[in-house]
């Protein structure tokens, strides 16, 4: 099958960290079903609680044994993440992987909060958010040589 196929060449990354935005639909969604078939612990990154939730029922439903969690975060408003960075770094000290939607753009327009173009926003938070966690990724390759 193509799961067991997957596993066989994948990498071994049981109990490593995967932080996932836009994980509620299309690739982020793949992503982190991907890594938690091959054992790694998922945390999404979502402002919708909502659609989080059912997302990681979705992800649940297709990987039983996966470990997931949400982590409530706006790329529209700074303030929600520099939350999300705040609450990861409190978590972990060490990150697997980033796996951003900083290419995809907001299809509906918000009044942003933080007075910026929510385009230009949304490719701001996620420069933040890999700045700030730039340094448990490059822990996570020091330490372990991944």
């Known amino acids: 099958s193509l799961t067991k196929r997957r596993r066989e060449v994948s990498p071994n990354v ?7 935005t836009e994980a509620t639909s299309r690739t982020g969604f793949v992503v982190a079903r991907t890594a938690a078939e091959l054992g790694g612990e998922i945390i999404i990154l ?4 909502d659609l989080a939730t059912e997302s990681i029922r ?10 997931f969690r949400f982590v409530e975060c706006d ?9 999300a960075i705040e609450e990861i770094k409190a978590e972990y000290n060490m990150l697997y992987c980033l796996a951003t939607g900083a290419g995809d753009i ?12 929510s385009k230009v926003q949304n490719q701001l ?13 490059e ?5 372990v040589g991944d």
């Open 106 to 117: 907001p299809t509906e327009e918000k009044n942003v909060k933080d007075d910026n173009d």
């Open 58 to 67: 979705n992800l649940r439903s297709a990987v039983p044994h996966g470990n």
């Open 125 to 137: 938070s996620h420069i933040l958010l890999t700045a700030e966690l730039l340094p448990l990724l």
């Open 14 to 20: 049981g109990r490593k960290v995967f932080v996932v």
């Open 75 to 83: 790329m529209q408003e700074v303030k929600s993440v520099r939350r």
């Open 139 to 143: 822990t996570q390759a020091r330490e």
């Open 46 to 49: 979502d402002r919708r609680t």
